[in-house]
């Protein structure tokens, strides 16, 4: 199930089910909602002309890398925060 977190839309399977009552679900779930938010705000970004578009891409680059983290984090089986966004997540509390 923490796998599911860092794919894009089906964070909602984990979220909506009891697995996050799992310790270790919930910290990759507060990890994975802050990834979406960046991913979002790329989203927002890459519309604006040129810069933004530069801007918007580097997150989306940086979105995917963040993925491939996440992911070797849930198989390894460490709560590891991911690098530089990992700290917002623990501000979530559900």
Wanted: charged share 10%; hydrophobic share 60%; aromatic share 14%.
């Amino acid at each position: 199930m923490a796998v599911l977190v860092y794919l894009g839309i089906l964070i909602i399977i984990p979220f909506l089910t009891d697995a996050k009552n799992d310790p270790f679900v919930k910290f990759h779930l507060k990890q994975g909602l802050v990834l979406i938010i960046v991913e979002v705000i790329a989203m927002f970004i890459n519309v604006i002309p040129f810069l933004g578009w530069i801007v918007g891409f580097i997150l989306w680059i940086y979105s995917v890398v963040m993925v491939i983290i996440g992911i070797i984090n849930v198989l390894s089986g460490k709560q590891k925060p991911l690098p530089i966004i990992g700290k917002f997540g623990e501000k979530f509390s559900f």
